[in-house]
């Protein structure tokens, strides 16, 4: 098969940085933020950014619901930072009002690791994404406190005070990482959601 089509949803966040990395994994990559635009993608990515702000423009958008049908019919969707908020099924120390697509079953605490000031940078050892530890950047992030009996957790901080926080989970389709991949140049972690989307499609 040829490039998957694989957008970003662009509502607020790093959408640039995602869309140049997944088009340099061999994506055909494209910002979405219409409903219109979401029925032309075989993968979806929600990138970094702020979780309530990117909860409360998903409605304004009217990309909810449009969202939630396409997990539920299987589209494979990677989520990074904000985005792996965004697909739990439960957030610590989040807004009362704030709603995600609750894909993956997990809880995750929101600011885990700190405020900005706290922003970091750790190796992380990857399943599925072969070579040295993913050299992780860590703005703000969120850490997986459970994940469900269907939930598989694919990377841990090696090393560090971190070391041991689950920061990178896969249900089915559905992928989601605590850190940064797209501000580090190395593509692996896309390269592997490519793959996962091509298998899908």
Same mark, same amino acid.
């Given at each position: 098969m040829g490039a998957p089509t694989i957008g970003v949803l662009a509502l607020q966040g790093d959408v640039r940085e995602h869309v140049a990395a997944l088009a340099a994994a061999g994506a055909d990559a494209r910002p979405v933020r219409r409903p219109a635009e979401l029925d032309a993608v075989d993968g979806l990515v929600v990138p970094g950014?702020?979780?309530t702000t990117i909860s409360k423009l998903a409605d304004i958008f009217e990309m909810r619901e449009p969202i939630d049908k396409r997990i539920a019919d299987g589209m494979p969707v990677y989520g990074s930072c904000a985005g792996m908020i965004m697909l739990a099924t439960e957030v610590l120390d989040g807004r009362p009002d704030q709603r995600g697509f609750a894909?993956?079953?997990?809880?995750? %605490?929101?600011?885990?690791f700190g405020r900005q000031v706290d922003s970091f940078e750790a190796p992380v050892t990857i399943t599925g994404v072969e070579g040295e530890p993913f050299h992780a950047v860590f703005i %703000?992030?969120?850490?997986?406190e459970r994940v469900g009996a269907g939930v598989e957790v694919i990377g841990t901080v090696t090393d560090g005070p971190a070391a041991? %926080?689950?920061v990178a989970v896969r249900q089915g389709n559905l992928l989601a990482t605590s850190f940064h991949?797209?501000?580090t140049g190395d593509l692996r972690v896309h390269a592997y959601f490519v793959d996962l989307? %091509?298998?899908?499609s």
């Open positions: 950014g702020e979780s894909g993956i079953d997990m809880t995750v %605490r929101r600011n885990a %703000r992030a969120p850490w997986v041991d %926080r689950i991949p797209e501000l989307v %091509r298998a899908t």
